[in-house]
């Protein structure tokens, strides 16, 4: 579904990103974890269109998107949760969600809230007055709401306590199974490589492994740089 090949991207002078390749199937969830610093975010942006691409190439459901705006490639179905979330906290949960759905015209939040139900509960509450969890389910939603066949979530863990990262990685499958392939971008390594079905690790701005995350998470050099394991 999205291939990338020998991506280089950067800001202004500063080159960040050197000859990513990367891809994504169908359905699939696929990790992408690494240092901080080492380009994660960066490379997000570069695929929905932020961030310039320098060189290399981006396909996504077989037709390249390299130097699409970001509206056209919401349009060809890439939501992106962003790093933060990004919500906006002045407004209603449903009016976060119903912004998402924007572009696509859909204002349907019945599949979302079956998704994440404490939503259900929330729809007139403030989104800045939620707690990290619920607003991180909010901005997951926002993100389906365009109906994407791939979703890029950055940090899903930031800021969040262990139990409540847990009750919503327990989600991405279903969102997977429903026909929108997940890109997860996380700092808890032994959570994300544990949902995943194949991953990518990232280290500055290059990707230096890749394979089935069940393997990675066996692997002894991720175990000690990663998980803590001597
Ligand atoms: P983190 O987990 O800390 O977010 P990351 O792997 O997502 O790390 P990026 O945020 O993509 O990494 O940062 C990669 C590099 O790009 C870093 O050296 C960072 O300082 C630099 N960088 C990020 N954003 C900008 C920007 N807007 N302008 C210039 N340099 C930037």
Same mark, same amino acid.
């Given at each position: 579904?999205?291939?990338?090949?020998?991506?280089?991207?950067?800001?202004?002078?500063?080159?960040?990103?050197?000859?990513?390749?990367?891809?994504?199937?169908?359905?699939?969830?696929?990790?992408?974890?690494?240092?901080?610093?080492?380009?994660?975010?960066? $490379?997000?942006?570069? +695929? !929905?269109?932020?961030?310039?691409? &320098?060189? @290399?190439?981006? *396909?996504? =459901?077989?037709?390249?998107?390299?130097?699409?705006?970001?509206?056209?490639?919401?349009?060809?179905?890439?939501?992106?949760?962003?790093?933060?979330?990004? $919500?906006?906290?002045? +407004? !209603?949960?449903?009016?976060?969600? &119903?912004? @998402?759905?924007? *572009?696509? =015209?859909?204002?349907?939040?019945?599949?979302?809230?079956?998704?994440?139900?404490?939503?259900?509960?929330?729809?007139?509450?403030?989104?800045?007055?939620?707690?990290?969890?619920?607003?991180?389910?909010?901005?997951?939603? &926002?993100?389906?709401?365009?109906?994407?066949?791939?979703?890029?979530?950055?940090?899903?863990?930031?800021?969040?306590?262990?139990?409540?990262?847990?009750?919503?990685?327990?989600?991405?499958?279903?969102?997977?199974?429903?026909?929108?392939?997940?890109?997860?971008?996380?700092?808890?390594?032994?959570?994300?490589?544990?949902?995943?079905?194949?991953?990518?690790?990232?280290?500055?701005?290059?990707?230096?492994?890749?394979?089935?995350?069940?393997?990675?998470?066996?692997?002894?050099?991720?175990?000690?740089?990663?998980?803590?394991?001597?």
């Amino acid at each position: 579904m999205l291939e990338v090949s020998n991506l280089s991207a950067g800001y202004g002078r500063v080159q960040v990103l050197w000859d990513i390749d990367l891809d994504v199937q169908s359905n699939e969830i696929v990790a992408l974890v690494g240092p901080n610093g080492a380009g994660k975010t960066t $490379l997000l942006r570069a +695929l !929905s269109g932020m961030v310039p691409v &320098r060189e @290399g190439e981006v *396909r996504f =459901r077989g037709k390249p998107i390299t130097g699409q705006s970001i509206e056209q490639i919401v349009d060809l179905g890439i939501s992106h949760v962003p790093e933060g979330r990004r $919500l906006f906290p002045g +407004l !209603s949960v449903h009016d976060n969600l &119903r912004l @998402g759905g924007w *572009r696509n =015209r859909n204002s349907d939040v019945d599949r979302v809230v079956e998704l994440f139900p404490k939503l259900g509960d929330r729809m007139t509450q403030i989104c800045g007055s939620m707690s990290g969890g619920e607003q991180q389910m909010c901005a997951i939603a &926002r993100g389906l709401m365009s109906q994407p066949d791939l979703i890029m979530i950055d940090e899903l863990s930031m800021g969040l306590a262990p139990v409540v990262v847990e009750e919503i990685i327990a989600r991405l499958p279903d969102i997977a199974a429903a026909g929108t392939a997940v890109l997860l971008v996380e700092q808890d390594v032994d959570a994300a490589l544990t949902v995943a079905e194949r991953a990518f690790v990232m280290e500055t701005g290059r990707v230096v492994m890749s394979g089935k995350a069940g393997e990675l998470l066996a692997d002894p050099r991720i175990q000690q740089s990663y998980l803590g394991i001597a």
